[in-house]
């Protein structure tokens, strides 16, 4: 089977102010075009389906839209709700939608919807495992074992696949595999946030999966394996994403293993970054692609007031103007080189940094081998 693995399409997103809903209705059509042209048999939405669990009335009509055109095009869909989502609206009509192949799970309540698909191979499990925190987990299985994100996935995943079964999982959570996943986008703060407090799942919890399809970080990657993996968004959702590649996964799922290939998505307008004086930037021989969103870095020695309107008169679509006179770009302020710096550090090093900024103060010794000890009860 041929599995188009997408995640966190955030409909109805904004970024500065500007709507995106044409730019996403873009992307979609070219999904639709990669559908056709690799033989997809299936699509995999894994989470954050709209950007806000209230999302606006021309959000819901293109996913309506989208669906149907899948429907339209006898493609299963298998669709989880994710963080941003609201998984009791995101349930509505799954009955009445299943029966035209489209799959919804939004509520978790006591394990992983399943649907099973057939192909050339015979029957293909799809578990559907929506975004849950540890208490829902704890609610639906009382007598669980729960201590954490790791252990309530656990919990509610059960048994694993065993040899010879053919399953795909579908998740929205935050997954580790032995070193952090690289974050950009609006999920890069939740993320931090989830990985300080040790609110993370091992990527080993998949084992027996072929193919684990997982949404909740913006970049495509793989965790721990080639069969775990984030789709990332298809578009550029957060200045910090400027010029990233955004891309759609193609599985191809076999008798007993899954292989994967990143596809490219061409965005309506490109997200880009550029630094210099403001008359170097808007001058008629320099401006090019002028449809596309800029967040602009003026390194003009002194502040115009204008610089809005005259950036905004050669690129219609400026998002962000900000100053580093002479250059230098203000490391305190610029987000990009701010994600870029601390991908660079240890754990060690980011749980300082933190502890610094919540107390006030550094770390101990007795603290720093606490910490020590710590990471090396959770495996960290």
Not at 43 to 54: K, N, R, S
Request: aromatic share 6%; net charge negative; with cysteine.
């Amino acid at each position: 089977m041929n599995l188009l693995h997408l995640a966190d399409l955030h409909l109805g997103k904004r970024v500065n102010g500007f709507d995106l809903l044409p730019d996403q209705r873009y992307i979609l059509e070219q999904v639709l075009d990669l559908c056709t042209a690799h033989n997809v048999q299936a699509v995999a939405l894994a989470g954050d389906i709209y950007d806000t669990a209230l999302p606006p009335a021309a959000a819901v009509l293109l996913l309506d839209w989208f669906l149907t055109e899948l429907a339209h095009r006898n493609i299963p869909v298998l669709a989880i709700a994710g963080n941003h989502d609201s998984a009791e609206r995101l349930d509505y009509a799954a009955g009445l939608l299943s029966n035209q192949q489209v799959y919804l799970a939004g509520q978790f309540t006591s394990a992983p919807r399943r649907v099973i698909l057939q192909d050339e191979f015979g029957e293909l499990t799809f578990d559907l495992l929506p975004f849950v925190r540890p208490a829902t987990v704890r609610h639906c299985l009382p007598d669980a074992d729960i201590r954490d994100e790791d252990s309530a996935i656990a919990a509610a995943l059960g048994p694993l696949p065993t040899a010879g079964e053919r399953r795909v999982l579908i998740a929205h959570q935050m997954v580790l595999g032995g070193s952090l996943p690289t974050c950009s986008g609006s999920e890069s703060i939740a993320a931090d946030v989830n990985v300080g407090t040790v609110q993370a799942v091992d990527a080993a919890r998949f084992t027996g999966y072929l193919y684990t399809a997982l949404g909740h970080i913006h970049r495509p990657q793989q965790v721990g394996c080639p069969t775990v993996r984030y789709a990332g968004s298809p578009l550029c959702y957060s200045l910090d994403e400027c010029g990233a590649q955004k891309s759609a996964v193609l599985v191809h799922i076999g008798a007993n293993g899954a292989e994967s290939e990143l596809l490219p998505l061409r965005p309506l307008h490109a997200m880009r970054h550029l630094t210099g004086p403001l008359d170097q930037l808007t001058a008629a021989d320099t401006v090019t692609d002028a449809e596309d969103y800029i967040w602009a870095t003026l390194t003009d020695p002194v502040p115009r007031p204008d610089a809005m309107a005259v950036l905004r008169a050669a690129y219609p679509n400026a998002m962000k103007l900000d100053y580093a006179p002479g250059g230098a770009l203000d490391t305190g302020s610029d987000a990009i080189q701010q994600a870029a710096q601390l991908r660079t550090m240890s754990f060690d090093e980011l749980f300082a940094r933190f502890f610094e900024k919540m107390h006030g103060r550094t770390l101990t010794p007795e603290e720093t081998a606490a910490l020590a000890q710590l990471r090396q009860e959770a495996g960290l």
